[in-house]
Structure formats: C-alpha cells, structure tokens
C-alpha cells in the first residue's frame, strides 16, 4: 500500500516563500503528483514529478528525490488567493494515492 | 470544454434509500476515477474505468457501493442502501491516456447526506 505524510498546516504572509514537503512509503512508484483544493471545491492539478529534480512552473516549483522518497511543493510570491489545502500523491499504476493534505493560509 | 460533469451537486436523503451519482467526462479522455473525500479519511479512490471497463475497484468500500461506465461519456456511482456513514464529496475524474494518467481533471463534486 501507500503512506504519505505532509505537515497539516502552514501560516505565511503575503509575499512569502512556503515549501510543503512530502515523504512517501509505497510499493510501487512511478512518481509524485501535487494538486490544489479551495475550500468547497475540486482539486485541481499543479505539478507531476517522475525524475529527480526540480519542476518549475511560475509561482510555483516541484521537487523529487526519488532515493529519499521525498518532495516538496514550493510556493513562492504567496499572493491571498494561494489559501487552500494543498496534496501531494503518489502515482503508481494508473492511480493516484493522496496525502492529508496542508492546509495553507496566507495572511495579509 | 465544459470539463467533467457531475450531477447532482448536492443530494440529501434518508437512510436505506438508493443514491445515484452521475459523471460525463471530458470528451475523449479514456480514464475515469471515482473518489470520495471525508475529512476522517481524505481522499479516497472508490474505482477506475479504463475504456469504460473497470480496472480496479479494491476501494470500493462494500457491497452496496456499485459503478457503471456504459459509454464513454457516463458513468454512475450507486448506493443502495444508504447510510449516514456514507455522507461524503464524491468526487468524479478523467484523464487522457496512459502517459498522462498522472493529471487527473476533477469535477466540481456530489456532496452527498444521508440522514
């Protein structure tokens, strides 16, 4: 099976760098998905890992060590609208296995 | 595109009664999920379709959960009977073909009550 764990909370102010990290215990891996959920609505996707490395797209960066079986989701220029819950998933098989999720708040 | 669909949005009913929930993908994507989200247990996935057949359905949690994939363009999750425990976000999603599995697209999601 799949065990991911990712810190619940995170408070950070507007402008503000805020990394998420993601450490992960499968069985079988093919890489590391990130999405993002607003409160009362669906999650969307953000990034997919399947190398080492870091993924770059605007705002926001995605990184993957897949011998430390670990990631982290970056967010960088923090602007209100970052507020909401953030998952890291594994991806394996066609399916993807999430996180509890971070609970991100940025204050003004 | 209009993205994946979901209907109803919201759905409250008693216990023992039958819940349908319905999903129309987006066209052309061959991969539909079905997920539920509690805040007890996160998100969970229920079921995959691959080409409207049913690749994996080990979390589908018993046996009065059912899913169908008829066509390509609707699926249905099925209670009977329903319980309270069953009161989630059910959450419907596709994706598109086998390398870009790993992005999954989400509808807006059913949230279910059972009283």
């Known amino acids: 099976g799949q065990s991911l764990e990712q810190p619940s909370e995170v408070t950070a102010v507007e402008g503000a760098i805020v990394q998420i990290n993601c450490t992960y215990q499968?069985?079988?891996?093919?890489?590391l998905s990130w999405y993002q959920q607003h409160d009362g609505g669906a999650p969307t996707f953000l990034s997919y890992?399947?190398?080492?490395g870091l993924e770059e797209t605007g705002r926001f960066s995605s990184f993957l060590s897949r011998s430390d079986s670990y990631g982290y989701l970056l967010l960088q220029e923090l602007q209100m609208k970052d507020s909401a819950s953030y998952f890291c998933?594994?991806?394996?098989?066609?399916?993807?296995?999430f996180g509890a999720g971070t609970t991100v708040t940025v204050r003004a | 595109d209009a993205g994946v669909i979901q209907s109803p949005r919201h759905e409250v009913t008693e216990m023992g009664q039958e819940v349908t929930l319905r999903c129309k993908p987006i066209?052309?994507?061959?991969?539909l999920f079905w997920y539920r989200q509690t805040m007890m247990r996160g998100l969970e996935l229920l079921i995959y379709?691959?080409?409207?057949?049913?690749?994996?359905d080990s979390g589908m949690p018993e046996d009065r959960f059912s899913a169908k994939m008829p066509n390509a363009s609707f699926s249905t999750l099925k209670i009977q009977p329903s319980e309270p425990r069953d009161s989630a976000v059910y959450f419907c999603?596709?994706?598109?073909?086998?390398?870009?599995?790993?992005?999954?697209?989400f509808g807006p999601g059913t949230r279910l009550t059972v009283l």
């Open positions: 999603a596709s994706s598109f073909g086998p390398r870009d599995a790993d992005t999954q697209y």
């Open positions: 499968t069985s079988g891996f093919y890489g």
């Open positions: 890992n399947a190398l080492d």
């Open positions: 998933a594994v991806y394996n098989d066609y399916k993807l296995s």
């Open positions: 066209s052309g994507h061959d991969y």
């Open positions: 379709f691959n080409n409207n057949v049913p690749i994996d």
